[in-house]
């Protein structure tokens, strides 16, 4: 995996699959950062791994897209606000002209935030029935335990979408889709509670949305945390193609099933390539990903952003 970036003015303290996390230098060890910077990177991952090589200006891709939804959410498409863990990125010099926070090794794929509490739930919502779903259904005819009607195909859209989250395991291990008790049990009633309404109106909103730009929101996840006064706020990525499934809304209307076929702007190609090529049960290192996988990859990530932003 690529080393992360050294930073001037901030220390880097953890890698995901996909984003860098530093706090700044001035922080002591082991103390509390009141504000971070969040790096993307152009790493992908898939079944849990991290794949080389990565895709081309994915980091900025998904930086964008993000900093997109956060400001529609924010009022931006006329509902409510959304509280998001946006902090402000300049500040004003001694020459009152406005500084960037943000190293110009890494500008257009960082975001300045603020640290919050995180929960330890990943907040998935499913609008249609597809991927590890689909699965399921076909043994049980649930969904992450939840019943749903008989007689559903592959890319069907759900008699309304449904909140399924997981529990955040560590890194390296693979995150455990759990019931809604169980996240009472974790987080209590409330945060619960809470989670699953935000959940479920961020999901109707960004699906409206990009129904109006002629796609499919099929399932997404979420992430939140607590701020200092115990407001849930929305953090790390959002909606953007790595987090989020979004197929083409004319494809999925001509009947074009099962889902991993359909026109889709995310890293499905990814997933479908990697899972003909490395066959279960997928130990040791995956094999690289071919150039034209990337390109597609790429192409696929661009026309999303250029789909859902124009006007």
């Not at 399921?136 to 859209?157: A, K």
Request: contains cysteine.
């Amino acid at each position: 995996m690529t080393e992360p970036a050294s930073l001037p003015g901030w220390r880097h303290v953890y890698s995901g699959k996909v984003r860098d996390l530093y706090v700044p230098d001035a922080t002591p060890d082991g103390a509390a950062a009141d504000r971070m910077l969040v790096v993307a990177s152009d790493r992908v991952s898939a079944f849990d791994q991290v794949l080389e090589p990565g895709i081309p200006d994915k980091g900025v891709l998904l930086t964008t897209l993000s900093l997109w939804w956060f400001d529609r959410l924010a009022g931006g498409d006329g509902g409510p606000r959304i509280p998001n863990h946006l902090g402000a990125d300049h500040v004003l010099g001694a020459d009152d002209e406005p500084h960037s926070l943000i190293p110009a090794a890494v500008t257009g794929r960082a975001m300045l935030v603020r640290a919050l509490d995180m929960q330890p739930i990943e907040c998935v919502v499913r609008g249609y029935l597809t991927g590890s779903g689909w699965a399921e259904y076909q043994q049980t005819g649930t969904v992450c335990g939840i019943p749903l009607v008989e007689g559903l195909r592959n890319g069907d859209r759900l008699p309304e979408p449904i909140f399924t989250p997981a529990f955040k395991a560590p890194m390296g291990a693979h995150d455990e889709n759990i019931s809604f008790e169980r996240t009472v049990e974790l987080v209590g009633a409330d945060i619960a509670e809470r989670l699953r309404a935000a959940s479920l109106e961020i999901y109707t909103r960004a699906a409206k949305t990009a129904e109006e730009h002629g796609l499919i929101l099929a399932d997404t996840k979420f992430e939140f945390g607590l701020d200092a006064d115990g407001v849930l706020t929305l953090a790390d990525e959002v909606l953007t193609p790595d987090s989020s499934r979004y197929w083409d809304a004319d494809a999925w209307r001509q009947g074009e099933t099962p889902a991993e076929r359909m026109a889709s702007f995310d890293k499905q190609i990814v997933r479908d390539w990697l899972a003909n090529a490395w066959a279960p049960p997928r130990e040791g290192e995956p094999p690289a990903l071919p150039d034209d996988i990337v390109t597609r990859t790429s192409a696929r990530y661009a026309e999303l952003l250029e789909r859902l932003t124009r006007a």
